[in-house]
């Protein structure tokens, strides 16, 4: 098109490319160069295509974290950290690891059990539940420290929080 006497303006509105796009690639054509894709810089992917397959099978499924992965592309051939496929999980294919929620395991024995309770004590008077003594087992330690990570005080400074004294080995009474 330059070459048939069309400006380079109007060679880039035709293509829909930008004007300096035209220019560079004018200069190379006039000195001698292709225009051909060069080879790309910069760091290659690590992960092929069979690894993003294992990965994304791998999403939804237990006892599949992200080191186990790495160990086993490694022995097939693709050694790839557990950084790069939590990587991958979290910012191509938007996975977050998850705790499984725990939820009573309830037989169909448990639920006739329960089921025939409630209906044989359905019309008990509160003074009928008063008679009733609740009991379990339950390990409990003396002078017992809270966790600290969720026992959190606010404070201006650290002068005005209180310590907490525990004692390092604490005696245990089952109740």
């Given at each position: 098109m330059l070459e048939g006497g069309i400006t380079q303006k109007e060679v880039a509105t035709r293509l829909s490319?930008?004007?300096r796009s035209v220019r560079r690639w004018w200069s190379q054509?006039?000195?001698g160069e292709t225009m051909e894709t060069k080879p790309r810089?910069?760091?290659?992917?690590?992960?092929?295509?069979?690894?993003?397959?294992?990965?994304?099978?791998?999403?939804?499924?237990?006892?599949?974290?992200?080191r186990k992965?790495?160990?086993r592309l490694s022995i097939k051939g693709n050694p790839i950290s557990h950084m790069t496929i939590q990587r991958h999980l979290a910012q191509r294919l938007d996975a977050r690891p998850y705790k499984r929620p725990k939820w009573p395991k309830l037989?169909?024995?448990?639920?006739?059990?329960?089921?025939?309770?409630a209906r044989d004590h359905e019309n008990w008077s509160f003074e009928d539940w008063n008679k009733?003594?609740?009991s379990?087992?339950?390990?409990?330690e003396l002078f017992h420290s809270p966790n600290r990570q969720n026992d959190r005080v606010w404070a201006i400074g650290s002068q005005n929080i209180e310590p907490i004294f525990q004692v390092k080995f604490p005696a245990k009474i089952m109740v």
């Amino acid at each position: 098109m330059l070459e048939g006497g069309i400006t380079q303006k109007e060679v880039a509105t035709r293509l829909s490319v930008g004007v300096r796009s035209v220019r560079r690639w004018w200069s190379q054509h006039k000195c001698g160069e292709t225009m051909e894709t060069k080879p790309r810089s910069g760091r290659p992917q690590i992960l092929k295509r069979v690894s993003r397959i294992v990965i994304k099978k791998s999403l939804g499924k237990r006892r599949q974290s992200t080191r186990k992965l790495s160990r086993r592309l490694s022995i097939k051939g693709n050694p790839i950290s557990h950084m790069t496929i939590q990587r991958h999980l979290a910012q191509r294919l938007d996975a977050r690891p998850y705790k499984r929620p725990k939820w009573p395991k309830l037989t169909q024995k448990i639920k006739e059990n329960r089921l025939k309770f409630a209906r044989d004590h359905e019309n008990w008077s509160f003074e009928d539940w008063n008679k009733v003594f609740w009991s379990d087992e339950s390990p409990f330690e003396l002078f017992h420290s809270p966790n600290r990570q969720n026992d959190r005080v606010w404070a201006i400074g650290s002068q005005n929080i209180e310590p907490i004294f525990q004692v390092k080995f604490p005696a245990k009474i089952m109740v």
